[in-house]
Structure formats: structure tokens, C-alpha cells
């Protein structure tokens, strides 16, 4: 329907009651074809409808975009039919360039249009109009749509945005507003005609449902596909971002428990003009997005139908109802095993929690009263388990308990509800999510499947408190380890405090603190600019621990080479060590640097070190990229204790466990086994020296207690992985991708029996962190020798 609105100094009304047509309408205009530069070799004009409308007797007219008093409208007789749902092409003008034809189009015309600006109009008649101004035009009930882009002064309320020799104005939906620029937007131009023809002789769309689409494994079988015919009721939409788009469920499902019945259209930053709860029918393109090269990708894909073109057939239609996930829906076992690449196997729902969530991809499904295992994050998500029973943790959370036992009721949230009208709830582990939480199931490349809520329960607050050790006895040494995540001397003050009150109240000031990724004087910021030094940053922290109340430690490290260890890029993260100089001594022996090897040697019978602070064999390619273990020679109460601070290679690189590769490949895990050789050579060099002398060994070792790494550490009971003499549901001090998993470590020699150990929850499990590890600390009394 044609709007009326103020134009060029003209008032003219607009019905109180105007409502939206969604009838026979202009979809596309493009006046560029032959031009300079164009593909196309011709003009044309787009007709669509949602009910089939005959159009004998119709005719497409077209006026300049500033028409003098002189102009004419320029006249296209039509013929034939307009399907529902379909289009109609009328070819128009052919210019000298381009090298594309169109597709044969249903009628064809000769007028040459402009490409920036103009006015087409879909008249009921053949008779040239008259009308020269909007007013006008608005006034003449022959017309039953019309559109002005550019600079036009003919046009419904405002213009559609200027085209040009390579770009047409389209709608998004059939739904007119009768606002030209609220309709329109501007992109490359995609004619199409009643038998689905593309340009260039182009393969006519297959009709297709959306369970024919999803087909029976992960990769569709109409991939890369042009579809048309494609109904469903809307679901969800996402009308934020860069990937906005909506979700199409078909109503009317076949009885293949593999096959999905829901969708994503992607419309890219283009907000979806549909509403929850319309009915469509749409024609695109059927694609598997992957987040990065699908051919070396190692994640899934998500099907998806681009470049859509869709019509609303009706609006207000009752959503189908969403699967329910009650703790026993979702299989226990992950994925086949092996299985290798498992996108082109035919899923089996029934058994694999992979197949389970694939074979409702695009549905809706709904969880209620789900209790949160990994906090809300930075990026807006948390993740909740569908499985209250599997492996929980002491304090909410889920633990993961090895490679074999993959937590398959973990499921990631997010928001389909923008911000400002629902602000994401900030979740710690072991919250619940009361109620319903509902929305389509999608794939992410971190973390996997996950809800796209747009129903999201209310948080309960289950009062998850950050733990508080005991302070050590007069005769423990108190040795702890704290991954500081990437602290540097220009961090905020309050990250230094938070940090500095995390080893105040909560470790109760250890007597020596082993600490991972110190970052150089200035951080991140100075990649490659020669600044290794990290005093400053270490002052900072230990300034921010007086003023927590703690003791003034002193702290010992050693330079890396620039850019050479590894971590966030010009940080220069190392190992460090605090120590309060009231309760134990550090010997020091100069000589270590970047390069220098400490090596064990012995004297009076006594293992000691050549250099104190040193690295374990720097040199070794087992630290390439990576922290070099810091090695130091303490004195409690007469007696000596050999500390080594690590921080191995990361998890980068390895393939993930929700990925289409099963089981994944851990590549990362090669590098640690060698760092594991190198460190448990020089234990056993101090142990060859003294059977009992007094080892820690203490740090981010990025691996499990089950993994190979710990084994080589552990084999023949030379040390003892604390973490392992925990009860299970105790046994982490980190949170990813909702599972608490153990990547930080302290292992002691045989001669430390006499102790008691305690990872301390202060971070991992809280939305507000200071650091994304858990510090951990073991009290102790050395042996005498």
C-alpha cells in the first residue's frame, strides 16, 4: 500500500489505521545493467507476492528520479501470473557492457533506467500515469506499489538508498511498511524469475524442507545448493552483531529422529524483518559455516541458508513446542571412538551426545532449573549442566575426571535478548538458572553446542563464597602457587589489590609463593621492543601485598629473552618467586641468566645449586616457545628445601572435545611430555645426590593429574601430585568450557610426607576473577639431612 507523507514542502494524510501490506510488491530494482563496470548486461525490476496474483492487464512504469514538468512515465505492459512465494522478473533496457545476461525473464521492456535514482511504480492499468510528485502519485488508485531510490522525489514517505552500475536496492521481507528507505536495502543484484532461474543460465532452486536440508549427518546433502520452498514458523531471531539472522522450525516434521526440523537464515548485519511466531517460506543458499577454513577447520559447521530471500505467508502462528532436556535425555557417551572425522557419519541420537544435539540443531529446546558450572564470562555466556549428577564438585561445578569420562550434560548459554532490555546474568558456579531457559541449539567454536535463549530464567544466588586456608604453624613452611594471569606493571591498581588480597586473606601469606605469567615492565603493549625487565611489575605486587596487610616480600626471577617464552605476544610472562624474608632464606648464587643451565651439584655430600635463581636447561628444545622451569634453593629453620617454579606449553592447538575430529588429537601434549623428561631429569639429580632431600615442585603445568606429562613427574613415587590425594569432587583449580579441570599443580619428594595441601577457590568458579586460576597451597615440614 502506498503511504502518504510530507514531501518536497507537500502534506498529504496517512490513514489512521494503515496497516503493512504483504501483497504483490516491487521486490527489487536494479538500472545499472550494461553500464560501466556492471556484471549484468540489463536492467530489471523484481515483482514477488505471498498469494498468487494475475497480472494481466498490470503494467511496470518508471519516471525519472527529478522529473521536470515535461517527464513522462514510461510504460511496461505485464502479463501472466506472480506464484505465492515466487517471483517475476521484468527485463528491461540492455546497455553496452556487462558480460552476464539475465535469466529469460517473464515479460520483457525496453526502458532505460537510471542507476542511481528513480521511481518505478506497479500500476493496475496500461495508461502511462500522470503524477509528478509524491502527492500525487499517492492519490492515484491504479498504483499498487512504488518505489524511489537515491535522490528521488517520487516515493513512498522517504527514498530506498541510492543503487548504482553495480549494486540494485532490494527488500529484506515482503512486508511493506510504505517507507522506501525502511524497505530497501542497497546490494549486489540477484534476479530471479518465476521458474527460480539465477543469472546466467543458473540451476533453478530445488524445493526442499527443512529436514531435507539438515539431512541425516552433519554436513547437509543440499550443501552449497540454491533451495526455495523452504517454510517454517519463526522461532528466535538475533538482531544484534554482525551475524544476525532468524530461526525457522517446520511445523509439520517427517518421523526421522536424525533429521532436525529447525533452521538458522543468516541475514549478516542486516536485521530480519519477521516476527516470532510468523510464517515464511524462503529461498537461499544452503551453506556449512565453519569459524575459519572449512578445509582445515577442526570444529563443526553450523547449516545455515545465506542470502535469503523469504515471504511472509502469515503472522501470529503458535511455536511448536520445544524438546524438553530432563537429566537422562542426552546420551552419556560423546562421540563413536575412534570415529576420525565425524561429519559424514549418520548420526545416531539415541546414543551419541554429539548426534543428540546435531539432530537438533536450529530446534528450540528447553531446560529448566539448570544449576551453573562455569560462571558468566567477559563475552556474555555461562554454561549449566543438564546433568546434575554427573561427576558434580564440591562447590557446584563439574568435575572433569579424564579422557574417557567427557561431561556430556555441560551446555553452554547465551542471550538472544539484547542487553539493555535483559541484562545476562552474572552467574558463579553452582547458581541455577530457576525456571525455563529455551531457545534454538547452536554451535560455537568455544564451548561447542549451546542455547541460543530467548526465554532465560532467573538467576538464584546460592551464596558461593571464596575460600579462606588456615595460616601455617610456627614450624610449617607454607609454599603456595598462583598463575596471575598476565600481570604487568601497567595492569590497574585493582587488579594488583584483588591479587594482593588473594594471597593476604585468603592463602594467608604463604612463606614462599611460587608465581606464573609475570609479564615485563610494560606488558603486552611493548612487543618487540628489547623490554624484559619486570621489576616494576614486581615491586607493584608486592607493594599492593603490604598494603593488603601482608608481609613485604622479597622475590627472585630472571629475565627471559625478548619474545622468546612464549604467551601473550611482547608480555614476556616468566616464572618468579616471592618469599618473606622474616620466616625463610633464599640462598643466593649469581649466575643465572636467560642462557645459563643450573646444574646440581654436591657438596660436603650435599646436593646444591650452581646458580640460585637458575632455569632448568633453558637451552633444551623442549622450552621452545615456552616458560623455562626457575629453580631455587630455600632455608627454613636450618633446613633446605629446593623449589622449582614451571609454567609448561599451553593447551594451543589441540583439537577440542566437541569438535568433528573424535577422539581429538591433544598435539600440545608432545611438547609437555618433553618438558615432564627435562624437569623429572634434574629431580632425579637432586635425588641421586640426597634420596630425601626437599623438593616442590609448583605450577601452571596446563595438564591433567591423568595426563602423560604428571605420569613421567610421578613414575616410581619420586614425587607426589597433591592434587591426586584430594577426593575426586575437590580435584581443580580451573573452569573451562564448564568443566573443572586440574592444570595447576604442587608435587613433592617422598622426604615431604609430614603435610597438608588445600587448592583455594578464590577465582575460577566466580564471574569476578583477579586471575582465571586458583592458587593453591601446601603447608609442610621439611626433613632434616
Known sequence: MLAVGAVAGLAFAVPAEATPSVDVVIAEVYGGGGNSGATLTDDFVELASSVTVPLDGFSLQYLPGTPSASSKWQVTALTGSVAAGGRYLIGEAKGAGGTVDLPVPDVAGGIAMAAGSGTVALVSGTDPLTCLTAADCAADTRIRDLVGYGTATVRETSPAPAASNTTSVARATLVDTDDNSNDFTAGAPTPVNSKGETPGGGTPPVTAKIHDIQGTTRISPLNGQKVTGVTGIVTALRTFGSARGFWLTDPQPDSDPRTSEGLLVFTGASTPQVAVGDSVTVTGTVSEYYPDDPAASVYQSTTELVSPQWTVLSSGNPLPAPAVIAPGTVPDTLAPQPGGNIENLPLEPATYALDFWEAHEGEVVSISDARVVGPTTAYGELYVTTKPDQNPS???????????????????????????????????????????????????????????????????????????????????????????????????????????????????????????????????????????????????????????????????????????????????????????????????????????????????????????????????????????????????????????ANHFNSKGGDQPTHGRYQPPTRSSEVQRAKQAQVLRGFVDQILAANPVANIVVAGDLNDYQFSPALATLTARGALTDLITTLPVSERYSYVYEGNSQVLDHILVSRSLCRLDYDVVHVNAEFAQQASDHDPQVVRLTPLWW
Not at 541449539?441 to 544466588?461: C, F, H, N, P, T
Request: hydrophobic fraction near 35%.
Open 394 to 644: 564440591v562447590r557446584g561445578g563439574t568435575v572433569y575426571a579424564g579422557y574417557e569420562q567427557p561431561n556430556t550434560g555441560v551446555l553452554k548459554i547465551e542471550s538472544l535478548i539484547p542487553f539493555a532490555q535483559r541484562p545476562f546474568p552474572k552467574a558463579n558456579t553452582g547458581d541455577v538458572l530457576t525456571g525455563i531457559t529455551s531457545g534454538p541449539v547452536d554451535y560455537s567454536e568455544y564451548g561447542g553446542y549451546r542455547i541460543e535463549a530467548s526465554v532465560l530464567g532467573e538467576l538464584k544466588d546460592n551464596g558461593l563464597t571464596r575460600e579462606v586456608t588456615r595460616k601455617q604453624r610456627w614450624d610449617q613452611l607454607a609454599v603456595a602457587t598462583y598463575n596471575v594471569e598476565n600481570l604487568s606493571a601497567v595492569d590497574s591498581q585493582d587488579k594488583f589489590d584483588q591479587l594482593a588480597h588473594g594471597v593476604v586473606d585468603n592463602l594467608a601469606s604463604p612463606d614462599v609463593v611460587t608465581l606464573e605469567e609475570i609479564q615485563d615492565n610494560n606488558g603486552a603493549a611493548g612487543k618487540g621492543d628489547g623490554v624484559v625487565a619486570a621489576d616494576r611489575t614486581l615491586t607493584r605486587f608486592v607493594d599492593a601485598i603490604v598494603a593488603a596487610g601482608g608481609p613485604r616480600y622479597q622475590w627472585r626471577e630472571i629475565d627471559p629473552q625478548d619474545l622468546a617464552d612464549g604467551g601473550q605476544p611482547g608480555g614476556n610472562i616468566r616464572t618468579a618467586f616471592l618469599f618473606n624474608p622474616s620466616r625463610v632464606s633464599f640462598v643466593d648464587r649469581p649466575g643465572g641468566d636467560a642462557t645459563t643451565a643450573v646444574k646440581v651439584v654436591k657438596t660436603s655430600g650435599r646436593p646444591r645449586l650452581s646458580v640460585s635463581p637458575g632455569r632448568v636447561d633453558p637451552a633444551n628444545e623442549a622450552w621452545q616457545d615456552s616458560r623455562k622451569p626457575l629453580a631455587g634453593e630455600f632455608v627454613f629453620q636450618g633446613r633446605t628445601v629446593f623449589v622449582i
